[in-house]
């Protein structure tokens, strides 16, 4: 969980996370103004049953490429990669967790998929 302040408004943000990786959208963010609860956005998921897929091992200098590859491809503009890091991203109503690189960018972030090496902006 983290918290951020400016001002009188506080942001909060939780993500869940399964075996010590994040889980890409899976996660609330609670907007305070004061003492009073102004917004919440997200979504909060029950991970019980989700089937954690066994993707393909891909390093993270391999997913650094295909990331170079795809930006150069799709022309997409972009300063630097600020992180490079592990991720499950949460896909379709049958709860997969499939094992992606998220590649964090001065622009966008974006998800290399471990098994196909796909890369998607999110």
Same mark, same amino acid.
Do not use: F, H
């Given at each position: 969980m983290e918290a951020e302040t400016s001002g009188d408004e506080t942001m909060i943000s939780a993500v869940k996370y399964v075996a010590n990786v994040p889980v890409q959208n899976c996660g609330v963010l609670l907007r305070f103004k004061g003492d009073v609860?102004?917004?919440?956005?997200?979504?909060? %998921? &029950?991970?019980?049953?989700? #089937?954690? $897929?066994?993707? *393909?091992?891909?390093?993270?200098? =391999?997913a650094l490429l295909r990331f170079l590859d795809y930006r150069n491809a799709a022309?997409?503009?972009?300063?630097? %990669? &600020?992180?490079?890091?592990? #991720?499950? $991203?949460?896909? *379709?109503s049958?709860?997969?967790? =499939?094992?992606?690189?998220?590649?964090?960018?001065?622009a966008h972030d974006y998800l290399v998929d471990c098994a196909t090496?796909?890369?998607?902006?999110r």
């Open positions: 609860l102004t917004s919440v956005s997200g979504a909060y %998921v &029950s991970l019980e049953n989700a #089937v954690v $897929e066994q993707g *393909g091992l891909m390093s993270w200098v =391999t022309g997409i503009v972009c300063g630097e %990669v &600020s992180d490079i890091s592990c #991720v499950y $991203e949460l896909q *379709g049958a709860l997969r967790l =499939t094992p992606a690189w998220r590649v964090e960018t001065d090496g796909e890369v998607a902006r």
